[in-house]
C-alpha cells in the first residue's frame, strides 16, 4: 500500500489563498467600493442566471433553415457532461429566452418558470444543471455576490445577548439604504454604466434585519453611517444547496404532511422566552425554502401536485416578488422559482377554473422527447461506454438500436401514404429520401402536434440496457439482439403501456428495427469483404477499360489471351446495377464517367473510383457478391469450415475489429448472423 503525505499533498493540491477569497469580508463602505467598480456585483437572481447561462458560450447551426443557438451551458461542463441535455435545442432557445426577458425586466420575472413534458425527458436534469451551474458560478468573480451579517462587540440586547447575527435570508447589502435617499444614490451609481442592465434596489430587508436596522438607527439616533461602520460587516456569499445558502429545493408530500410553513418559514419556540414575543422578528427562523433560495433559485419538484394552499403562496411570491411570512408584514424575495411538472398534472391545471390566476402568471417552457436519433444515442453513450464499463464491449449499433426503437415509439404516424415511419425518422436525422426536401421535413414536424410528448422514456431503455449487462455480461460482448430481447420481455409489465393496441405497436417497432440492424451488420461484412483495396482497383481498371471500349466503339484486350474482344455488356451491367442505373440511362452514365476521367486527364490528373460514390458502392457491392461465394461464409453455420476458407473468414474479422469497431467475440457474432442469412437464401433458392 502507498504512503500518502497528507500535509505535502494538502500544499500541492489545496489552496488556503481560494478559501480565503471566498470568505472575503470588509465594511459596508468596501462593499459600495465594489460594486461602484464591478456593478455586475448587484445584479438581481435572473441577470445572475442569464449572465452564467451566458458566459459557457454558444454556437450555431441551421435546421430547415432556421438559425438554432446551442448554449453550452446544458453541456454540463463542470461535471463532466453527466447532466448534459441533448437534442431540444429549439426548447432551450425558448428557456434562455425567458431569462433573458427577465433579466431585462420585461416582466417574466414575475413569473413562474414551469417546464413540462413527460416521464424522462430531461426536466430535472435541465434544473439540476441550473442550481449546480449557480453554485459553480457564485463561486467565480464573474459571479460573486455578497451579503451581510450584524455584528455587535457588547453583546447587546438587539443583537439577543449574540456578537454575530447573519441576515437571515442572505439579503443584499445595499437593501440597507433608507429608501428616501435611494434614489440619488442610485443615480449617482448609475452615472456612466453601459451595461443593459442598471444597479437597482427593489424592496426592504426580511423582518429580522428590519428590527435590527431599527433599533441601531434609534441607538445612534438615525446615523446610518454610524450603524454600517459600527455593526454591519458585509461577506462573500457562496451559494449552496446543501448548506442552504441561495438554492432551494421543495418535494410534495402526501397533504397530512403538507405545512406552508415549510416555504415562509416559522415561529422558534425556544426563542420566545429569550426576546419575550411570538411576534419578535428575531424569534422566527425565516429557514422555509423561499427564505433560504433568496437570492438565487427554488426548484419546486411536480410542482402542481401540491396542496392549494402552497400554490396561493406562488401567487405572491412570483407577481409581487414577495411573501407572508406567519404573523409578519409582506417580505421581498430576490428569486427564480422553477418548477416541472408532466402532461396529466398540467391538464388538471388547465381544468381546474380556481386555479386561473396561477395559469396567468406561469410561463410554461415544453420539455419533449428527443426526436432525432444521433440526440438519443448521446444519452446512452455517456453511460454506456466501454471507459464506464470496460469488462464487456458493446457491439457497434447496438446503443443506436435501442435509441432508434425508442425514438420511433415517439413519431406520430406519418399522414403520407409514401413515408413508413422508419423513413420518417430517417428524414428527422438527415437523411435524404427521394421526393422529400427540407421544406417537406419541417411540415412533417409542423403537422405533428403531439410529437416527443408520448413514447418510451430514455430511462426505459436505460434500466433494459443495465438488465442487459448483468444478464449477458459474462460472455464479454453486448450486441443488439441482446437488448432487443430485453426490451421486448420488459413491454408487458410497463406502467406507461396502457393498451394492448399499444403493445402491439411498440413490438412491431421492434421487428422493423431488428430488419434495420440486419441491413446495416449485412451492409458492416459486406464492407469487410469488399475492404480489398487492390481487388476494387482491379475491378475499377477493367470496368474503365470496358467503358472506355464502348464509348469510343472499340474492342477490349483480353489481358489472358492478349486477344482484341467486344466490350463486356455482361459485365458491365453487373456493375451499373448495383448503382441502380437502369438499361435505359447506361449510356448517360458511360459517358459521365468517361468525361469526368477525361477532365482529370486534362488536369494531369488520376481517376479515383472514390471520387465517385455511386461507382464506388457498386464496386463494392460487385466484390462482395463474387467474393462472398468464395469465402464459403455459410460454412460458419455448420461449424466445419476448411483451413483456407478459415484464413478468409479471419481477415474478414480482423477487419470489422480494425475498422468497425468490433471486438473478437462481436465480430464473430455478426459473421454467423449475416452466414445464417446467406445459408436460409441458399436454402430458399434450391
Known amino acids: 500500500m502507498n504512503n500518502l503525505d497528507m500535509k505535502n499533498f494538502m500544499t500541492d493540491n489545496y489552496k488556503v489563498e481560494d478559501f480565503a477569497h471566498l470568505n472575503w469580508s470588509g465594511t459596508f463602505q468596501d462593499y459600495v467600493d465594489l460594486v461602484c467598480e464591478n456593478p455586475k456585483i448587484a445584479r438581481n437572481a435572473f441577470q445572475r442566471i442569464y449572465d452564467m447561462i451566458m458566459s459557457y458560450g454558444t454556437s450555431t ?16 461542463p463542470n461535471n463532466n457532461g453527466k447532466d448534459a441535455v441533448f437534442g431540444i435545442d429549439v426548447h432551450m432557445m425558448k428557456l434562455v429566452n425567458f431569462f433573458k426577458a427577465a433579466a431585462l425586466g ?16 430531461a426536466k430535472s436534469s435541465i434544473a439540476r444543471n441550473l442550481k449546480k451551474g449557480l453554485e459553480h458560478y457564485a463561486k ?65 430587508v426580511c423582518p429580522a434585519d428590519r428590527y435590527i436596522l431599527s433599533e441601531y438607527m434609534k441607538k445612534y439616533d438615525g446615523d446610518f453611517m454610524k450603524v454600517m461602520e459600527n455593526h454591519v460587516r458585509v461577506k462573500r456569499l457562496v451559494l449552496s444547496e446543501k448548506d442552504r445558502r441561495g438554492i432551494g429545493t421543495f418535494q410534495p408530500k402526501d397533504e397530512k ?54 400554490l396561493y403562496d406562488l401567487l405572491g411570491a412570483s407577481q409581487e416578488q414577495s411573501i407572508k411570512p406567519k404573523k409578519f408584514a409582506q417580505t421581498d424575495i ?9 402532461e396529466p398534472e398540467f391538464r388538471k391545471l388547465q381544468n381546474n377554473e380556481f386555479m386561473e390566476a396561477l395559469r396567468d402568471r406561469t410561463v410554461k417552457i415544453d420539455v419533449p422527447y428527443i426526436t432525432r436519433l444521433d440526440n438519443e444515442v448521446k444519452i446512452y453513450q455517456r453511460d454506456f461506454n466501454n471507459e464506464k464499463i470496460p469488462h464487456v464491449h458493446i457491439a457497434p449499433h447496438t446503443l443506436e438500436m435501442a435509441a432508434m426503437w425508442a425514438v420511433m415509439t415517439r413519431l406520430e404516424e406519418p399522414k403520407k401514404a409514401d413515408l413508413t415511419t422508419m423513413q420518417k425518422l430517417k428524414l ?6 427521394l421526393g422529400y426536401n427540407e421544406e417537406n421535413v419541417k411540415e412533417l414536424r409542423k403537422e405533428a402536434v403531439r410529437e416527443g410528448l408520448e413514447g418510451i422514456s430514455p430511462r426505459y431503455i436505460q434500466d433494459k440496457l443495465s438488465n442487459a449487462l448483468v444478464k449477458y455480461g459474462h460472455t464479454g460482448s453486448l450486441n443488439p439482439f441482446m437488448i432487443f430481447n430485453e426490451l421486448e420481455s420488459g413491454l408487458k409489465h410497463h406502467s406507461l403501456v396502457n393498451s394492448s393496441d399499444e403493445l402491439d405497436k411498440y413490438r412491431e417497432f421492434l421487428a422493423i428495427v431488428r430488419e434495420e440492424y440486419t441491413d446495416i451488420v449485412k451492409n ?74 477525361g477532365s482529370l486527364a486534362r488536369d494531369g490528373k488520376q481517376f479515383d473510383y472514390k471520387m465517385n460514390e455511386r461507382l464506388h458502392k457498386a464496386l463494392e457491392l460487385k466484390l462482395f457478391e463474387d467474393q462472398k461465394d468464395a ?20 481477415i474478414i474479422k480482423s477487419r470489422l475489429i480494425k475498422n468497425y469497431g468490433y471486438c473478437e467475440i462481436s465480430a464473430t457474432d455478426a459473421l454467423k448472423y449475416v452466414a445464417s442469412i446467406f445459408a436460409k437464401g441458399d436454402s430458399a433458392k434450391s
Not at 107 to 118: A, D, M, Q, S
Not at 334 to 342: P, Y
Not at 428 to 433: A, F, K, P, Q
Request: aromatic share 10%; charged share 35%.
Open 524 to 597: 458492416d461484412v459486406q464492407r469487410a469483404i469488399s475492404l480489398d483495396e487492390n481487388a476494387i482497383e482491379t475491378l475499377c481498371s477493367n470496368y474503365v477499360d470496358n467503358i472506355k471500349a464502348y464509348t469510343q466503339k472499340e474492342k477490349v484486350r483480353n489481358k489472358f489471351t492478349g486477344k482484341l474482344e467486344e466490350p463486356d455488356e455482361r459485365f458491365m451491367r453487373s456493375i451499373e446495377e448495383k448503382a441502380d442505373i437502369p438499361e435505359s440511362r447506361k449510356d448517360v452514365f458511360r459517358a459521365e464517367v468517361m468525361i469526368h476521367i
Open 140 to 204: 467565480s468573480d464573474d459571479g460573486a455576490l455578497y451579503t451581510f451579517e450584524w455584528y455587535d462587540a457588547e453583546e447587546s440586547d438587539i443583537l439577543g445577548g449574540q456578537k454575530l447575527f447573519p441576515s437571515p435570508m442572505h439579503e443584499d447589502p445595499l437593501k440597507l439604504i433608507p429608501p428616501e435617499v435611494r434614489k440619488s444614490f442610485l443615480e449617482n451609481m448609475n452615472k456612466g454604466i453601459k451595461s443593459d442592465y442598471k444597479i437597482n434596489i427593489r424592496g426592504e
Open 61 to 76: 447551426y441551421k435546421e430547415y433553415k432556421k438559425e438554432i443557438t446551442r448554449y453550452h451551458f446544458f453541456d454540463d
Open 334 to 342: 430576490d428569486l427564480v422559482i422553477l418548477g416541472h411538472t408532466n
Open 428 to 433: 428527422y436525422n438527415g437523411r435524404t429520401l
Open 631 to 650: 469465402i464459403k461464409l455459410t460454412t460458419l453455420v455448420t461449424n466445419v469450415v476448411d483451413k483456407d476458407s478459415q484464413e478468409k473468414i479471419d
Open 106 to 121: 420585461y416582466g417574466t420575472e414575475k413569473r413562474v418558470l414551469l417546464l413540462h413534458g413527460p416521464v424522462g425527458s
Open 257 to 310: 404532511n403538507q405545512d406552508s410553513t415549510e416555504l415562509t418559514g416559522d415561529i422558534n419556540y425556544r426563542k420566545i422566552a429569550q426576546y419575550g414575543s411570538d411576534s419578535d422578528p428575531r424569534a422566527f427562523n425565516f429557514d422555509g425554502e423561499f427564505n433560504i433560495s433568496n437570492r438565487g433559485i427554488v426548484e419546486f419538484i411536480e410542482m402542481l401536485k401540491l396542496d392549494v394552499a402552497f
